[in-house]
Structures are given as C-alpha cells and as structure tokens.
C-alpha cells in the first residue's frame, strides 16, 4: 500500500491506545456516553456504569466493529464504528498495537531497498558520469512519487499515523532519486520545478489536514488534483507496458483525463447519485494502489519477453520488496481496509515471490532460497489469517476474508 506497497518506506509505530475502540479517532467523547451515565443491556433490563468498566472489562457487550466497504475506504476511522466483545478485548488491543508495529518494522526493508539506487547515484555523479543516471527513467519515478502522494493523502484521512509515515518517507526517498536524476540532467529542469513544488505542497498540505489544521476546501481541491492525475497516469502506463506491440499512443491518458474531470466536476455538482461521491472520492487511493500493483505485471512482462533479464535482478531486493509488503498485510486486514490489503497481498505475492519464482525457474537462485522464501510467506500469511481470526473470536479465518471482501 504502500505502499503499501512497494516504493514506500514504513514507520514506526505508535503504542498510545487511549481506547480500545477509538485508537483513529479524535474525538471519542462525542461517542461514548458521560461517565457519570449508565450502558443499558438486554433491552433496558439491566444497567452497568460506564466508570466500572476497566481496560480489559469482562463485561459482555454487542461485539466487534464493522469493516470497511469498497466505497467506504477512505472515510476516517472506520474500524471503530462499533464495538469489540469486552471478553476478548485485551487480545484485540495487543493485536491492535501489535499490527501497527509490523507497518514501522516495513521501514527497513523498505529503506534497505531504495538506498542502493540513492548510493549508487551519487557516486556516478561524484564521478562525472552522468550518462549513467539515463537508466533511471524519470517518469517512472514521477510515476511512483504521485502513487505515494496519493495513498499519503489516503492514511492522512483514516490517521493511520504509521502507515502515514510509510508513505511520507517513501515520497522523500523517491524525491532524493528525482533530485539525483536533475542534477545529473537525465531529467529536464523545468519538469523537475513543477515536480518540486507539487512534492512540496502534498506534504505541507497532508501533515496540516493530519492535524486537523487545514481548510476543507484547500483540501478538496488536493484531492481532486490527484484524482485527476492518478486517473489520467494509471491507464497511459498500462498501455506503455505493451509498446511496440501495440501502437505508441497518448490517448489512452488523454481520455482518461477528460473522464476524471468531467466526473470530479460531476461530483461537485450534486448530479450524482448518493454513492457517486463516495466512488470519486476513493478513485485517488484505489488507482495509487493500482498503479503499484502494475508494477509486478511490467517486471513479469519484460522477463516474460527477455528471459536473460531476470539474471540482471537482485534475489535479495526481491526478498525485501516481499516482507516490506509483506509486514503491511495483518494491519491491512485487521482494519478490514479491503484497498491497502489489495495492494499488499497483491505486491507481496506477484512482485516479491513473483520475481522469485521467475528466478528459480531460471536457476539464477538456490532450492534452499526458495524453499526457505515460500515457508516463510506462506506461515507469515496463515499466521496473520489466524491471528485476526481469534482477536474477533471468528471459528474460521475465512470469515475475516468474507468480511474484508463484502462487508458485514
């Protein structure tokens, strides 16, 4: 997502756990009742006070939160809509907190992935040579920037803090790369400035909006810019993928331009349906997602068509493209966001383990590296499908699954 997902770098987590069921949300006094009043249970029939119930109160009541629909990924604290059962609740915070140190852990391997690229292009330019920074191409990179800035602006909403910082960083690193790139001319300066100030503003404008410190309208007109931006990149890359085997064509970004302004112009008219803000609004976070997930079928795709490339890929930057992502997957389900674990799952298995399937396949990796790669995937998932399964006291991980996919 990712970020997760692959280019972003991760965070460190935060253990404050005012509430159980209010971890995101600001106010959590507008929620629950006074303390001085009391919960009724059992139509009315009995009466507890709220001041008797502690941290990990054995008291039983309606149970868990309601996941998180499609339309509804980006809406602000959507885990905590409801309640957990008080009997399994000290379980449900450890996880809680547990989850989100799994998002700062992704930090290393995240940031052990993009320092060789950052190392290396230094030297070339302390060297002189700058030809060597055209391998780097600058639209890819612009490319991954804008799906960072998105799904920054996506867990800026939800105050998904770590997952915030994932993505922050992974939008410096990203910019340290571009920077690299202009100064070494392999990126044309007048795109660089306009690159620059967008960078800038997307981060001045998230970190004020994260603290609740920033004009709505300023920030509806952010989230309609990358809309419209990550609307319009997302199926020009798709199409590039396959060139020359298809023609070379702008129109495929060209008319999804046209349809992401005309449909954010919709959305502010009120001529939508009451479902069609929702979609627009979550169009920003699902094609920054997309646009990662694309990025495992570019790489299958080129090593599909020149097999001998696959010797030019590291075994081990694969490895940490699949537990940085990897790392993202419990948080993503625990929260029920059906978008971030998409992202996830998607770039863990297709990009990490993907590449390093193709790798064994074309003996450039040991039996034992990939043995010791699929076990650990493979009880790294099942774990995390049974450990969410028993926080929410479910008899089968598979209702989790069910209840990420369709809702409640």
Known sequence: MADSLFLPLAAKSSNAHSSLFF???????????????SLLLHGGEKKISVLGLSLYSRVSLPHRAAPIRALDSDVPHPLHKGSVNFKNRKSYVEWDSLTAKFTGAANLPFLLLQLPQIILNARNLMAGNKTALLAVPWLGMIT???????LLSYFAKKRETEAVVVQTLGVMSTFVVISQLAVGEAMPL????????????????????????????????????????????????????FVPYIPNSILPGSIAFVVAVASVTLSHSGKLSEKGPKFIGAISGWTATLLFMWMPVSQMWT?????????????????????????LIPRALFI????????????????????????????TISLEFFLAATVGLIAWIGMALWRDAAVYRYNSPLRSLKELVFGS
């Open 144 to 150: 991954a920037l804008l799906g960072n800035l998105s």
């Open 303 to 327: 090593n599909f068509l020149n097999p001998d490339n696959i010797k030019g890929l590291s075994a081990i930057s694969m490895l940490l493209a699949m537990l940085g992502n990897g790392l």
């Open 190 to 241: 007048p795109q660089y400035v306009v690159t620059s100030v967008v960078v800038a503003a997307g981060l001045i404008l998230n970190f004020l909006n994260y603290y609740s410190m920033l004009n709505s309208t300023i920030w509806q007109f952010w989230e309609d810019f990358i809309t419209v931006g990550g609307l319009s990149v997302l199926p020009q890359i798709m199409w590039s993928t």
């Open 336 to 363: 029920r966001d059906l978008m971030w674990f998409t992202g996830s799952l998607w770039a863990t298995l297709f990009y990490g383990y993907g590449n390093i399937v193709c790798m064994y396949l074309l003996k």
């Open 23 to 37: 971890r995101n949300c600001p106010s959590p006094s507008r929620l629950l009742p006074p303390k001085s009043s």
